[in-house]
């Protein structure tokens, strides 16, 4: 019988099980949004432009070059929650610096983000953590609510997208061990 460690390294990674922890220098317990449970996140991507030239003497075809890179806003959706004005906060943070009602003292409003895709099913209480992502340097670009509709047979969603400078990724190296760190 195959043991859990050495199916998954036989298995690709499920997408469906994963958490995500905010936090980073500067930051404080301003948001208290610790770690967050979400339905959705996508976005994790990133893409570089490609810039043609041509060589003297090779006028026939184009050689290529790699460009500047850009990463996607990351956008996390989850259900309406009651007492955690957390996104919120966040987002009028960002508002108050951009209108210039923040006072003397701006609020950092740019943290990290640790996205991690644990192992499913696992035995036991913990999780280990196959990969992880982590968004460098993140602050909200959008707040979105569901629609309100009384005939619906639905939860009310929170969404809520992302800027980042960009993102590394790390796959955990030994599964039978802690899980990724990042």
């Known amino acids: 019988m195959a043991t859990q460690a050495t199916r998954l390294k036989e298995d690709p990674l499920r997408s469906f099980r994963f958490k995500v922890v905010f936090g980073g220098a500067g930051t404080g317990d301003r948001y208290k949004f610790g770690q967050a449970g979400f339905m959705n996140v996508s976005g994790l991507s990133m893409t ?42 966040w987002m009028n943070d960002l508002f108050d610096a951009l209108q210039g009602s923040a006072g003397s003292k701006i609020p950092d409003f740019r943290m990290n983000i640790d996205i991690y895709l644990l192992a499913h099913p696992w035995p036991g209480p913990d999780p280990i953590a196959l990969a992880g992502w982590r968004l ?47």
């Open 48 to 89: 570089t432009e490609v810039i043609p030239y041509r060589e003297g003497g090779m006028n026939t075809t184009t050689r290529k070059m790699p460009g500047q890179s850009d990463f996607s806003p990351v956008s996390m959706s989850r259900g309406l929650m009651v007492g955690e004005p957390a996104m919120m906060l």
């Open 136 to 182: 460098l340097n993140a602050w909200p670009t959008s707040v979105a609510f569901s629609d309100l509709d009384a005939g619906a047979n639905s939860i009310s969603i929170n969404q809520m997208s992302l800027a980042h400078e960009g993102w590394y990724f790390k796959l955990n190296p030994d599964i039978s061990g802690t899980g990724v760190v990042l």
